[in-house]
């Protein structure tokens, strides 16, 4: 009896694992498809975002420098316009300018606020804002701020105009600048500088014996390694200020005036003590003590610059809106300022006299973080008399308009000597 037995499909077997295996492979392909696509999207997300960012940080800088360039235009239009606040327009802010680059047209546009800082109603500085924005992305704004005014004499510690000699007993502090020579026996510890390569250094300035041809800076201070000659002068009638536009200030526009005192003028003047709540008191000088003097070392006068007498004028606080004050006189000076302070000793309409400050004691500031200063103007000198103290500390800014700033020579023998 024939039996049949149905053998097994070992060909349909191999193409059941065939296709097993094809279908893990498409699973793998499509995971590994996604996953590319995945990281491509992110990598070209990154890329357009790193070049937004690229463009916009762009952006940014282009209007740092149109801020920029806004505030230059406008120093440029003070220089030419000194004291427009209005761009010429007469209209208020704030202005635009337009930057432009030569080569490729706009770049953008600076919007500029300005406005005036003043002192008995004459503007002293400009403050100015300059926005910027970059006609590429103008949600990118930058802001830049400055404060423009004329160059200050502030800048040196002494600004002087002729020969001078600083002792072995000086300490400068400071830029310290001549147009003439310079004897330097104090230290320093900033430049000291003159705008003569030789000069006659004679005994007069500790030069013995005389030196024809000394240098600019010549003497036994220990600062020697800041000693610059020569360097460029300084045009001091350029920093010349109007003493009669002075005294109109103090009189008409909130300042404080003192008309000339009584009496001789060798025996008069008035007597100004600051005072650290922001106030000064005011003595009228009614006599003085002469004694024996020389500007120079050789020629001798009797000079008037020690108090004898004096009486109490009145204690007055200091205008904020206008902190000037005008002595019609000489004026003696010392004492603790508290804030903005320039005082000017001068008689503009009386040809016949010429009027000294005079620093008998120390001057120093209620603080020092830049809110206080004194400024002193004299029409002629500003002197240390011969009863100050050994040691002095004085703070301000001292022009000498006609004459010269420092102590006399006194000596001790001979028939000019000093009690």
């Not at 990598?43 to 209007?63: M, N, P, V």
């Not at 930058?142 to 002792?167: C, D, E, F, I």
């Not at 909130?254 to 100004?272: E, I, K």
């Not at 001057?363 to 002095?392: C, H, K």
Request: proline letters at 4%.
């Amino acid at each position: 009896m024939n039996s049949k037995h149905k053998q097994p499909n070992k060909t349909s077997g191999y193409w059941l694992v065939a296709s097993s295996s094809r279908g893990v492979t498409v699973l793998m392909v499509i995971a590994f498809m996604g996953i590319f696509l995945i990281i491509m999207g992110t990598i070209t997300s990154y890329t357009f975002q790193e070049a937004r960012y690229g463009r916009a940080l762009y952006a940014r800088e282009q209007a740092l420098a149109i801020a920029e360039g806004g505030l230059e235009y406008y120093r440029w239009f003070l220089a030419h316009n000194p004291g427009n606040l209005t761009n010429g327009t007469g209209l208020p802010g704030p202005y635009t300018y337009t930057v432009n680059d030569p080569e490729g047209g706009p770049l953008g546009v600076a919007s500029l606020a300005i406005g005036g800082n003043s002192s008995c109603n004459v503007i002293q500085s400009i403050d100015i804002t300059s926005t910027g924005r970059s006609d590429l992305n103008p949600g990118f704004p930058r802001t830049l701020a400055a404060r423009y005014m004329r160059t200050s004499v502030a800048a040196y510690s002494y600004l002087l105009n002729s020969n001078v000699w600083a002792g072995a007993d000086r300490i400068i502090t400071g830029p310290y600048f001549s147009n003439g020579g310079v004897r330097m026996d104090g230290s320093n510890n900033s430049d000291v500088s003159s705008a003569q390569s030789t000069w006659n250094c004679t005994s007069s300035y500790g030069c013995n014996p005389t030196q024809s041809s000394a240098p600019g800076v010549v003497g036994a201070g220990s600062g020697s390694a800041l000693w610059r000659y020569p360097v460029a002068s300084v045009d001091f009638a350029g920093i010349a200020v109007s003493l009669a536009n002075l005294k109109t200030y103090a009189q008409n526009n909130g300042g404080l005036y003192f008309a000339a005192a009584s009496g001789s003028v060798n025996n008069r003047g008035y007597h100004l003590i600051f005072k650290s709540n922001g106030s000064v008191d005011v003595y009228r000088v009614t006599g003085t003590t002469g004694v024996i003097g020389s500007a120079n070392g050789s020629t001798f006068v009797t000079e008037y610059n020690i108090i004898a007498t004096k009486t109490l004028v009145g204690n007055y606080t200091i205008p904020a809106s206008c902190s000037l004050i005008f002595v019609d006189d000489r004026v003696w000076i010392e004492g603790v300022v508290k804030g903005k302070v320039t005082v000017v000793a001068a008689t503009p309409d009386d040809t016949g006299t010429t009027s000294d400050v005079i620093l008998p004691n120390n001057i120093t500031y209620a603080a020092q973080d830049g809110t206080s200063g004194l400024t002193a103007i004299s029409e002629r000198n500003v002197l240390i008399p011969l009863n100050s103290p050994d040691t002095m500390e004085i703070h301000g800014i001292f022009s000498a308009q006609s004459g010269y700033y420092g102590r006399n020579y006194y000596t001790t023998s001979g028939s000019n000597d000093v009690p």
